[in-house]
């Protein structure tokens, strides 16, 4: 890679195509199932401290949100649960495992137009056959130099993927929705965190804001991109091309 020039790294879900949209449409289908049985909102924050629990076991995913729908249904019914409200639950998470990927507005042609100046890179976490099967179908595999599933975003994994690439922390542009998993860990290391956010934040991502941070910057679209990234690093040929 090309040491002169930034590094840009794009998140997948919820930046590049849809994704939380889904879960919270899940969501609600579970919540219908299981309202003979307890108060939507209770139930609700049931199954966020059961993914909590168990993001350590499973992982990020829809099957891990798959088997949390489930162990929260037995929960919350005492174990009452009927056999057809469980079936009905996989089936939800097989749905969720083979929709269509759907890209966000601009996507498609803003890598295409920046991945003729720069390097990039795509991390995202989850499970990994899901990933590399949405990475797969979003029709933007070859724009990138680099694909990386991993199983957390944290200051560690990025600093392990910076030096298998050689990649110095100040040239490495990290564009996501999640201020925890995208931004964050990248100011701490050293890196620039653009935020881009979704209209919809899981609560296990949701984090302060850095304000003030000299290299965290927010913008309201990807469609920002070029422009900014000419802005920050002197390169006209960004926009101009």
Known sequence: MMRDLPVLTFDADDTLWHNESFFALTEEAFTQLLAPYTDPAALRERLIQTERRNLGVFGYGVKGY????????????????????????????????????????????????????????????GDLFHQEDKVARSGLADLFTAVEIVSEKD???????????????????????????????????GGWGVHIPYHLTWAHEQAPEPLGHPRYVRLADIRDIPAWVAAQFSLKSVVED
Do not use: C, W
């Open 66 to 125: 798959t088997l949390s729908m489930i162990e929260t249904a037995i929960e919350v019914t005492e174990g009452a649960v009927p056999a057809l409200v469980l079936q009905s639950l996989l089936d939800l998470g097989k749905e969720m495992m083979a929709h269509p990927v759907t890209l966000l507005d601009g996507v498609a042609e803003v890598l295409e137009q920046v991945a003729g100046q720069f390097p990039l890179m795509l991390i995202t976490k």
């Open 155 to 189: 200051t560690g994994t990025y600093s392990r993927l910076l030096a298998r690439h050689g990649i110095p922390p100040e040239q490495f542009v990290m564009v996501g929705n999640s201020l925890r998993s995208d931004v964050i860990p990248i100011l701490e290391i």
